[in-house]
Nanobody
Framework: QVQLVESGGGSVQAGGSLRLSCAAS????????MAWFRQAPGKEREGVAA????????DYGPSVKGRFTISRDSAKPTVYLQMNSLKPEDTAMYYC??????????????WGQGTQVTVAS
């Protein structure tokens, strides 16, 4: 089994920044593709960002491109999401996922419990 634990969520004013972290443990391979998804109340889950092993391949959802950056630490099983220029519409529960490909949510085998991000206008 693989365990994923997110951290770094919180409340911030519009225009501010937050950095989310996701630490993997258990039978985790650093070769697994990792990604961030989010879901706001009453909305469908949305792919935010994804990164391949070593971060050579990255992909972003259209609503965050240019504002968010995903990165991976090659020395430890951790993925980060740097979120800049936050907007109220970024408010959601953010989930870390591993084991899938691109931003295809249904392809991911492992999910964290989520961390809440709230952006005030």
């Amino acid at each position: 089994q693989v365990q994923l634990v997110e951290s770094g969520g919180g409340s911030v004013q519009a225009g501010g920044s937050l950095r989310l972290s996701c630490a993997a443990s258990g039978r985790f391979s650093t070769k697994l593709h990792m990604a961030w998804f989010r879901q706001a109340p009453g909305k469908e889950r949305e792919g935010v960002a994804a990164a391949s092993f070593g971060g050579a391949f990255t992909d972003y959802g259209p609503s965050v491109k240019g504002r968010f950056t995903i990165s991976r630490d090659s020395a430890k099983p951790t993925v980060y999401l740097q979120m800049n220029s936050l907007k109220p519409e970024d408010t959601a529960m953010y989930y870390c996922a591993a084991g899938g490909f691109a931003l295809e949510a249904s392809s991911f085998n492992y999910w964290g419990q989520g961390t809440q991000v709230t952006v005030a206008s």
